[in-house]
């Protein structure tokens, strides 16, 4: 079963940055796509951004667009979001996830394995 742990997460102002890392327990993931997911409290889960498994396609959810940046480490079993110029809209808890294939993807029910959420805090 695939572990995945994220950390990174605190509270910072508004126009801060915040880098967000995964770590996956075993070489699986190196062959699916991966992705971030938040959730703000009272809200649904919603995709931030996806990655495939090479690495060579990236989504973003258009709210996060030119401000956060996925990346991963196969070699490291890493997986990592960049986030800049914070907003308050941005106070979520993040989670990695794996999908069911190579393919990136910003739908929820592609993905099958998930971590436990670190908690990024925006305040105005």
């Known amino acids: 079963q695939v572990q995945l742990v994220e950390s990174g997460g605190d509270t910072v102002q508004a126009g801060g940055s915040l880098r967000l890392s995964c770590a996956n327990s075993r070489r699986t993931a190196s062959n699916n796509g991966m992705g971030w997911f938040r959730q703000a409290p009272g809200k649904e889960r919603v995709a931030v951004a996806s990655i495939s498994w090479r690495g060579d396609t990236k989504l973003y959810a258009d709210s996060v667009k030119g401000r956060f940046t996925i990346s991963r480490d196969n070699s490291k079993n890493m997986l990592y979001l960049e986030m800049n110029n914070l907003e308050p809209e941005d106070t979520a808890v993040y989670y990695c996830?794996?999908?069911?294939?190579?393919?990136?993807?910003?739908?929820?029910?592609?993905?099958?394995?998930w971590g436990q959420g670190t908690q990024v805090t925006v305040s105005s």
């Open positions: 996830a794996v999908t069911r294939s190579s393919t990136a993807s910003l739908t929820t029910r592609q993905y099958q394995y």
